[in-house]
């Protein structure tokens, strides 16, 4: 009955190569959002999806492409992975775009060697 | 965009002390303060949430004061218990759009 859930929970690969992190919810929310959390424990949004539209695009390589092909998941596909995109990886999800609480998932470790 | 800058990044107090985070704005639009807690090996989880009509709140333990003359608030977590040790984040949004993250406090409680 997890709430908002990542797969892979850790990531293992090589410099170049190309991953997906996927997430589901099913609590019933309008929005989805991907973050990301470097060494330093820093979190930074990403992505952000209302009703499988993108609503929030921060400055990230377009290396980095989301997928939302319902409202309840969101998936993140990173292509020609670099070592600084090792980090930990927190899908989150709330009810509308502009109401409050977040509720993350448990976050995907990315280790790029 | 919002910046919000947090302090200290690392706090150890003894078990049963109080612990205080205070969490500095920019954009006095700002008007959703949220604080997160993140435990080891988990997803940040919301403990308590302020809005710029109030000036506290409380809910147990824990309690969060807002300023907004000073664009600064403030996490207060009272007798402290070893549960409590985690890393703390507070936040800033305008109608909860894109909240933007202080880097986070770790909490060490000593028994």
């Known amino acids: 009955d997890t709430a908002v859930s990542q797969t892979p929970k850790y990531l293992v690969t090589q410099m170049g190569n190309d991953k997906s992190i996927k997430c589901e919810q099913n609590?019933?929310?309008?929005?989805m959002y991907w973050y990301k959390q470097d060494s330093k424990k820093f979190l930074k949004i990403m992505f952000s999806?209302?009703?499988?539209?993108?609503?929030i695009n921060e400055t990230v390589p377009n290396r980095f492409s989301p997928k939302s092909p319902d409202k309840a998941h969101l998936n993140l596909h990173i292509n020609s992975l670099e070592l600084g995109d090792s980090a930990v990886y927190f899908c989150a999800s709330c009810i509308s775009q502009n109401t409050g609480e977040l509720f993350f998932g448990e976050g995907s470790r990315l280790t790029v060697l | 965009g919002e910046n919000v800058e947090q302090h200290p990044s690392t706090l150890s107090v003894q078990e049963g002390d109080s612990a205080v985070i205070k969490c500095t704005y920019s954009?006095?639009?700002?008007?959703?303060f949220p604080w997160y807690k993140q435990e080891l090996g988990k997803g940040p989880q919301l403990i308590i949430d302020i809005r710029s009509n109030v000036g506290e709140k409380k809910d147990q333990r824990i309690a969060v004061t807002l300023n907004k003359t000073a664009k600064h608030f403030s996490l207060h977590i009272t007798e402290t218990q070893p549960e409590d040790s985690a890393v703390y984040f507070c936040?800033?949004?305008?109608?909860?759009?894109?909240?933007?993250f202080g880097a986070g406090t770790t909490v060490t409680v000593r028994a």
């Open positions: 609590l019933g929310h309008d929005t």
């Open positions: 936040a800033a949004s305008f109608n909860d759009y894109k909240l933007s």
């Open positions: 954009d006095s639009a700002s008007n959703y």
């Open positions: 999806y209302n009703n499988k539209e993108l609503i």
